[in-house]
C-alpha cells in the first residue's frame, strides 16, 4: 500500500526548461511535505519542505505547491540545470511524535543540455 | 567530516552468511534510522531508535537486528542472508521531532547477496 504516490517515475527535460514532479497522498493526518535530492552513489538530502497551511513555497529555483483540498503537491524546477540530474523523492510525516517518513517511488529526472 | 557515515560502501556475500553494517553520525542527535532502498529506488523505513532505544520498527524479518550502542551509532546486524536482501542500506540521523526535522542520510551500503 504506497500512502505517498510520485509520477512521473522518469522525466527528461531541455537545460532551461521547467521540471515538474507530482504527488498525491491518502493520510490526512501527515502535517509535514519534505523533498529530497538523491545524486548516483549518495545518500537522499533534503531539499524543500512544505507544511500544509501554505500553498506554496519557493526556494531559488525550486518551488512546492501544496493543495490541501486535493491531497496533492508538487515539486517545480524552474530553469532545470544538468547539475539538477537527480532523482527526487517526495515525501510525508506527521509532526507529532517521532518522526516516520513516508517516501514516494523517486522520479529520476535527466535534464540535457 | 561526514556527519553520517556508514561502512562498508559495499558487502558481496553468499547466501546463508551473516553481516553487519555499521553507523555512526557526529551531528548529535538523538534519532537515528535505517532505509533499505530497493533496486526500483524505493525508500522504506525499517528502524529508529531514540537515545538507543527503539522507537520504529516496521514489518522487518527477525533476521535483521539493529543494536545502538549509545545514540551517536546504530549498526544493523543481518542474520542468514537471503537473495531479496539485496539493496542498498542507508543509515539516517535527525535531532527532535516535528516540522523541523531534517533527515542527513549516509552514502549507502550496497549490499549484494549472490
Known amino acids: 500500500q504506497q500512502q505517498v504516490k510520485q509520477s512521473p517515475q522518469s522525466l527528461i527535460v531541455q537545460k532551461g526548461g521547467i521540471s515538474i514532479i507530482n504527488c498525491a497522498y491518502e493520510?490526512?493526518?501527515?502535517?509535514?511535505f519534505p523533498w529530497y535530492q538523491q545524486f548516483p552513489g549518495k545518500g537522499p538530502a533534503l531539499l524543500i519542505a512544505i507544511r500544509p497551511d501554505v500553498s506554496e513555497k519557493k526556494e531559488g529555483r525550486f518551488t512546492i505547491s501544496f493543495n490541501k483540498s486535493a491531497k496533492q503537491f508538487s515539486l517545480h524546477i524552474m530553469d532545470s540545470q544538468p547539475g539538477d540530474s537527480a532523482t527526487y523523492f517526495c515525501a510525508a510525516s506527521t509532526s507529532g511524535g517521532y518522526q516516520k517518513v513516508t517516501f514516494g517511488i523517486g522520479t529520476k529526472l535527466q535534464v540535457i543540455p | 567530516d561526514t556527519a553520517v557515515s556508514q561502512t562498508p560502501k559495499y558487502l558481496v556475500t553468499q547466501m546463508g552468511n551473516d553481516k553487519s553494517i555499521k553507523c555512526e553520525q557526529n551531528l548529535g542527535h538523538d534519532t537515528m534510522y535505517w532505509y533499505k532502498q530497493d533496486s526500483k529506488k524505493f525508500l522504506k523505513i525499517m528502524f529508529s531508535y531514540n537515545n538507543k532505544e527503539l522507537i520504529i520498527n516496521e514489518t522487518v524479518p527477525n533476521r535483521f537486528s539493529p543494536k545502538s550502542p549509545d545514540k551517536a551509532h546504530l549498526n544493523l546486524h543481518i542474520n542468514s542472508l537471503e537473495l531479496g536482501d539485496s539493496a542498498v542500506y542507508f543509515c539516517a540521523s535527525s535531532q527532535g521531532q516535528g516540522f523541523n526535522e531534517k533527515l542527513f542520510f549516509g552514502s549507502g551500503t550496497q549490499l549484494s547477496v549472490l
Open positions: 493520510n490526512t493526518a501527515f502535517d509535514y
